[in-house]
């Protein structure tokens, strides 16, 4: 293998390496199970400038993790507001009595 084409392999392992830790955030975050912790992403040492040839995939991927952010936050907005009326309801010494919170009407 020729040096360019080991700098493309690395450089298409590290996209696939992202697209996949986007991928299990997404579907773990649309099946609402418990989210598993991802490995923290580290930058591999030693990469030269990206390939031309992958400057698209790498486009397509930041547009993909721009709207999973999004996504994210949206969720995050939507579970702080099921908290709160939660907590608006239990207050903080009614932990005996039950409630019935009606989330659709």
């Known amino acids: 293998m ?4 080991i700098e493309l392999q690395r450089w ?3 996209l696939t390496s992202l697209e996949s ?3 299990v955030a997404l579907r773990q975050a649309a099946d609402a199970t418990p989210v598993t912790a991802l490995h923290p992403w580290e930058i591999p040492g ?3 400038p990206m390939p031309a040839e992958l400057v698209e995939r790498a486009s ?6 721009a709207k999973a952010i999004v ?3 949206q969720f995050r907005l939507l579970t702080a507001q099921h908290l ?3 907590r608006d309801i239990m207050g903080p010494h009614q932990l005996d009595t039950s409630y019935y919170l009606d ?3």
């Open 84 to 86: 709160s009326a939660v």
């Open 2 to 5: 020729s040096e360019n084409e």
């Open 46 to 48: 030693g990469l030269g």
């Open 12 to 14: 298409s392992d590290v």
């Open 21 to 23: 830790h986007l991928e």
């Open 60 to 65: 397509l991927l930041l547009t993909e993790q």
């Open 71 to 73: 996504k994210f936050r």
């Open 103 to 105: 989330i659709a009407g």
